[in-house]
């Protein structure tokens, strides 16, 4: 059997295990990824989606995903979607669900795409936003129990309440905004010095922009329980900057 074959056939396995799949046996709720494939030959780097509490297709914005993962899929990346929610039949993290709940499925999409023969399997990386975000570093914190299948994160604006410091040194990319009264800045700065390798994690604040500072069909300020959503073009832009540079594959 040559490496690579056997090499995919040990990923889709541990994909498979990360699900809570017994292989060989009829597995009634075995999850379908949305994916996003570029029309050039590959092997390709890959992205895992893990979205917001209100999933891909949220009522304020319902192509915002779709348009995040075209953009990607234009640069070259296999992208994911990780969709805890629909996965378990619901439309908000409201339900019966946690960010670990979530943060499993992040690493079985993760699995499953370095399982995939056309995806570099070194270079997938995980993207969450807010509650997303939130499951993104909940895989890190468990990753000494697990690998995270992934070599990169990047989260946007997460909720750092209570958050326990991860020992993973996987390189991530903290993307806060200023003035987020929902997930304030502070708290996951907080965080990061309590780690043991703070070196490894780049924090950056947008200075007067607020929770989903980069969706640009909240033109205005909407009032969502305890905090305020609103676009803020400038931050979106630098963000969007962050992001590519840090996806970069090093030299």
Do not use: N
């Amino acid at each position: 059997m040559r490496a690579d074959r056997r090499r995919s056939i040990i990923a889709a396995g541990v994909a498979l295990l990360l699900l809570g799949v017994t292989p060989g046996l009829t597995q009634p709720r075995d999850p379908t990824y949305r994916t996003f494939r570029p029309d050039t030959a590959g092997p390709h780097p890959g992205v895992v989606f893990a979205s917001g509490c209100d999933g891909f297709a949220p009522s304020m914005a319902p192509a915002l995903y779709e348009r995040r993962a075209e953009a990607f899929r234009a640069q070259g990346y296999v992208v994911v979607f990780a969709d805890y929610l629909g996965r378990r039949g619901l439309k908000s993290c409201a339900g019966p669900i946690t960010h670990r709940d979530a943060a499993r499925d992040v690493v079985a999409a993760a699995g499953w795409l370095a399982s995939q023969p056309k995806v570099d399997a070194a270079r997938i990386a995980a993207i969450g936003w807010s509650y997303g975000g939130r499951a993104v570093l909940e895989a890190l914190i468990e990753s000494t129990t697990r690998p995270v299948g992934f070599a990169r994160a990047v989260v946007f604006y997460p909720d750092c309440r209570a958050l326990p410091p991860w020992k993973a040194t996987v390189p991530v990319l903290i993307l806060l905004g200023g003035d987020d009264d929902m997930t304030p800045a502070r708290l996951c700065q907080e965080t990061v010095t309590r780690l043991a390798t703070p070196a490894a994690v780049k924090v950056v604040v947008y200075p007067g922009a607020l929770h989903a500072f980069d969706v640009p069909e909240l033109t205005t300020k909407v009032r969502v329980g305890f905090g305020t959503l609103a676009y803020h073009p400038d931050a979106a832009a630098a963000a969007t900057r962050e992001v590519d540079q840090f996806l970069k594959p090093s030299r």
